[in-house]
């Protein structure tokens, strides 16, 4: 049973820091930025953290983005000393996240979970992907939005399509 009092006081505050930091955005060539990507973070579902479709996925990302290194987060993971009073990842935990200057963040939930959302936005990444539609689209640059009938597979086929096109269109205009 969760408390009303904290769940009131939890929307308040993720609706003022990410209404807050949407005001901040520019706009991005993502075509040319991939080019840059050294580090990339993958947030993965709880009910679907390690998958074989995810693993895919992961590998996928790890052929366009060859040289970069990718890591994982699942929000189950974290720990109690990992959070603010509230239930999202303190300002401590974040900044470990943002030390590491993730170039992209992409958010593999199928719904929007709002500890990601809120670990997304803050994670320091000009780039930020997400495959859910939800209140927290604002800090999400770049959105996926396949049919719900669509497999969570497929979903993830398209982000990986997608991504392997802006590289090509990125390589073919500068030959």
Known sequence: MTNPI?????????NFRLKMLARQERAYDFSSELKKVE???IILPAQNDFTEPVQVFIKRLMDIFSKARISTFVSSTLRKEDMSWLGVPSD???????DELFD?????NIEQDKVCSYLCAFSGAPMRLNLASGDYDSIYNLHFRTSPEKKFEERLTNIVSY????????KGEKQ
């Open 92 to 98: 401590k935990y974040l900044k470990i996240i943002r």
């Open 163 to 170: 991504l392997e096109f802006l590289k090509k269109q990125d």
């Open 104 to 108: 992209l963040v992409v958010d593999i």
């Open 6 to 14: 904290k769940k009131a006081a939890l929307n308040q505050f993720l």
């Open 39 to 41: 580090k990339a973070l």
